[in-house]
T-cell receptor
Framework: TQLLEQSPQFLSIQEGENLTVYCNSS?????LQWYRQEPGEGPVLLVT?????EVKKLKRLTFQFGDARKDSSLHITAAQPGDTGLYLC????????????FGKGTHLIIQP | EAQVTQNPRYLITVTGKKLTVTCSQN?????MSWYRQDPGLGLRQIYY???????DKGDVPEGYKVSRKEKRNFPLILESPSPNQTSLYFC????????????????FGSGTRLTVV
């Protein structure tokens, strides 16, 4: 089973600051997705990246897939309290994979 | 509204009493899956289904059963629940699975918090 390690596990910052969350593995993934989960709800898809080196932007969020397709990062610019939540990366290994493998998540708190 | 509906949202039960958590999606999705989420362990896949009458084990299938008799429904059955099955359970669906994984990602239900005493 492929593993995805997320860091940091917890992050609390002030509104307006920038931050980066990392998702690393020793395995290659065919695609990688980022989800955000709020308390009492299921995860919601933010983005899918499939090509090594790919960069996608979603307003103030920038997602990057590593060249070797083993790692990814999420950068948030000028964080806002509404960005608070649990951020999960999930990878699809391909080659007969049966489901997404999830990282344990980064708990992000943005303080006003 | 396109959604995955799980019931119940909360359930407290006793060891050994059979229970079923229902999951239904209204998006005509082919792929459905059950995950459990535990502190420090993250989301782990229990069972999945590629289509009607096609189901298979995930990473943590012990103590669980599933069935997929209709495309929209994918119930999770605990024949004899034990305290170590206390967890937050999520059903997820995807339109289809391609070479790069779930097309358009997973849509998750809102979760079922199960406590077995």
């Amino acid at each position: 089973t492929q593993l995805l390690e997320q860091s940091p596990q917890f992050l609390s910052i002030q509104e307006g600051e920038n931050l980066t969350v990392y998702c690393n593995s020793s395995s290659v993934f065919s695609s990688l997705q980022w989800y955000r989960q709020e308390p009492g709800e299921g995860p919601v898809l933010l983005v899918t990246v499939v090509t090594g080196g790919e960069v996608k932007k979603l307003k103030r969020l920038t997602f990057q897939f590593g060249d070797a397709r083993k790692d990814s990062s999420l950068h948030i610019t000028a964080a806002q309290p509404g960005d608070t939540g649990l951020y999960l990366c999930a990878g699809w290994a391909g080659g007969g994979a049966d489901g997404l493998t999830f990282g344990k998540g980064t708990h992000l708190i943005i303080q006003p | 509204e396109a959604q995955v509906t799980q019931n119940p949202r909360y359930l407290i039960t006793v060891t050994g009493k059979k229970l079923t958590v229902t999951c239904s999606q209204n998006m005509n999705h082919e792929y459905m899956s059950w995950y459990r989420q535990d502190p420090g362990l993250g989301l782990r896949q229990i069972y999945y289904s590629m289509n009607v009458e096609v189901t298979d084990k995930g990473d943590v299938p012990e103590g669980y059963k599933v069935s997929r008799k209709e495309k929209r429904n994918f119930p999770l059955i605990l024949e004899s629940p034990s305290p170590n099955q206390t967890s937050l359970y999520f059903c997820a669906s995807s339109l289809s699975i391609g070479d790069r994984g779930p097309n358009y990602g997973y849509t998750f239900g809102s979760g079922t918090r199960l406590t077995v005493v």
